[in-house]
């Protein structure tokens, strides 16, 4: 049942709060508002209060509660399918990382067999029994050890024959980057090389003359660089082409 108050106020909202203060009602109960009389002010000094008549229906609480009910409830539904979403966004993002784990692992497992497979034919049609083992560095890069009865035979003299060996393995699998070792030897040959390359760098600066090494490698190369590098007063550059490539160490102008 409706009930019906009037209240005196400058403004609609002023009577509003009035009414709902004295019928100790809230703002979903109100039904209708009616201007009986209109409020006046002149200048903000002579002030007349406005008549309002306000229909206000105290059922309406259930109303209001079922709603703000109904209201919650369905967030609550939209969290729990926010939820159930998530986890399956989860769950997918996850069995697309295992899956892409996985093919990158079988990439690389073939690589692996593939570099393996030519390393070993490459043995065989030179006569070396080694066995071969194959290693991912990163990306693109691999390591490919050899060891074997034949150990000194594919190293040759200072390193000669592993260089050519790694040089024609490498030009089988062009789109990788293939380092081959035996047994350490690279690791041994590296402090042989910056040995090398101090007595290159002296030998170059008494004589102020260019200083030309013998062909080698990359990566031997890059060793050279390192080394003669830590003298203010001295040069490299590479002249020639692989793998007949040589580094030349000069004076600066």
Do not use: C
């Not at 170059?204 to 003669?228: C, D, F």
């Amino acid at each position: 049942m409706s009930n019906v108050i009037e209240i005196k106020a400058m403004s609609q909202e002023q009577a509003i709060t009035r009414a709902l203060k004295i019928m100790e009602a809230t703002p979903e109960q109100v039904v209708k508002v009616i201007e009986k009389q209109k409020s006046r002010s002149f200048f903000g000094l002579f002030n007349r209060e406005g008549i309002y008549e306000i229909e206000i229906d105290k059922n309406n609480r259930d109303t209001y509660t079922e709603k703000k009910e109904v209201k919650v409830e369905k967030a609550e539904k939209v969290k729990e399918v926010e939820k159930v979403e998530k986890k399956k966004e989860i769950v997918k993002e996850t069995i697309t990382e295992t899956k892409e784990i996985k093919k990158e692992k079988k990439e690389n497992k073939d690589v692996s067999e593939d570099i393996k497979k030519k390393a070993e034919e490459l043995l065989e049609n030179i006569g070396l029994v080694l066995k071969v083992e194959v290693d991912r560095v990163s990306d693109k890069n691999y390591l490919v050890n050899l060891y074997g009865e034949d150990n000194g035979i594919i190293i040759g003299k200072k390193g000669k024959t592993l260089n050519s060996f790694e040089y024609l393995l490498n030009s089988l699998m062009k789109d990788y980057r293939i380092e081959v070792d035996v047994e350490g030897f690279k690791a041994k040959r590296t402090e042989t090389l910056r040995e090398l390359g101090k007595k290159m760098a002296e030998k170059a600066l008494k004589s102020g003359k260019p200083v030309r090494l013998n062909p080698m490698p990359p990566r031997e190369r890059k060793i050279i660089h390192e080394v003669v590098n830590k003298y203010s007063e001295l040069d490299t550059y590479s002249e020639g082409r692989d793998p007949k490539r040589y580094i030349v160490i000069k004076r600066k102008k």
